[in-house]
């Protein structure tokens, strides 16, 4: 189990649903995408870009160069978080060209936020994450394993958030009991045979691709984590995105070039709608008005779709 890669898109065949749009300028290889339900944030090998889709159809994205120490690109609280090192970048929406500096232990490439202020860093060598305060104070929490990646999930109700690690080798998924004092490591899981990437959803739903195993798993984090559902998915899927305006579950197989909704309201899931994807769609994000970004990790550009769930 484990180790699981994207598959490979064949770029013939029908062309993407949707409008598709050039990637900014200066950004590389694009590695990820994130949302803050109106703007979308692009991780780039050589800077990120931020910018809604009226601006990034305008060319008018605002792009930042990054160092090479930085590592992915997350959304939590309202910002956009760049972990580089032994410094964390604080990216706010409105003004993403100057983002704050906010310094933490170790060396950083994964980091997430929570809405009360704490930030969670790690890597992926070191199996441990550290906590830091608002008020720059520390925790070390020991975890099995380092991190493929760091994601923060919004609580339900005024819950405090839930923030979850995932390691690609060997699929692990675990949450992060931070609210105990002192901190420590929560429940662990696996993600069906390989994970892909995980994504928030609402109220505590978390989910995250089985690209091995061919499926969506839904999990909840309220206390800790659980698998709530798994959902078969052709191809070999690897982007989720969460729709907040039809409440469904987006899912990206780039193999086969698919993007496909899920209804997850009842005890069984049912596929809505299926939609022809750019080659290589290996990010995915649905904005508050159910619009869908698909990007492209290959340079085949930036797939826009607005009302999605209703194409």
């Not at 749009?21 to 990820?32: H, N, T, Y």
């Not at 990206?252 to 299926?274: H, I, K, N, Y």
Request: hydrophobic share 40%; glycine share 12%.
């Amino acid at each position: 189990m484990g180790n699981a890669r994207p598959a490979v898109s064949d770029p013939a065949g029908d062309a993407p649903d949707g409008e598709t749009l050039e990637a900014p300028d200066g950004l590389g290889e694009i590695s990820a995408a994130v949302t803050d339900g109106e703007v979308v944030g692009l991780r780039g090998s050589d800077a990120v870009a931020f910018g809604t889709v009226a601006q990034l159809r305008a060319g008018e994205a605002e792009v930042v160069e990054t160092d090479p120490a930085c590592g992915t690109l997350t959304q939590g609280a309202g910002r956009f978080v760049l972990a580089c090192g032994s410094e964390v970048l604080l990216f706010d929406p409105a003004d993403p060209a100057r983002p704050e500096h906010r310094d933490v232990e170790g060396d950083a490439t994964r980091a997430a936020l929570v809405a009360s202020g704490e930030l969670f860093t790690a890597n992926a060598d070191d199996p441990e994450i550290v906590m830091t305060r608002p008020d720059g104070s520390t925790e070390h929490i020991d975890v099995e394993d380092p991190a493929t990646e760091l994601v923060s999930v919004p609580g339900r109700d005024g819950g405090h958030d839930a923030v979850v690690r995932t390691f690609n080798p060997d699929t692990t998924i675990q949450d992060v009991d931070w609210t105990n004092d002192p901190p420590r490591q929560g429940g662990r899981l696996r993600v069906g045979l390989g994970v892909g990437t995980v994504a928030p959803g609402e109220d505590d739903i978390l989910l995250a691709a089985d690209a091995t195993g061919s499926q969506l798993a839904v999990y909840t984090t309220d206390d800790v984590i659980r698998l709530h559902q798994t959902i078969p998915v052709e191809g070999e899927p690897w982007a989720v995105a969460w729709d907040p305006h039809a409440k469904r579950a987006w899912v990206s197989s780039p193999g086969d070039r698919g993007l496909r909704a899920f209804d997850l309201s009842s005890g069984s899931p049912e596929q809505t709608t299926q939609l022809r994807a750019v080659p290589d769609a290996q990010s995915v994000v649905v904005l508050d008005d159910g619009t869908l970004v698909a990007v492209s990790a290959t340079g085949a550009g930036v797939q826009v779709v607005p009302d999605a769930a209703g194409a």
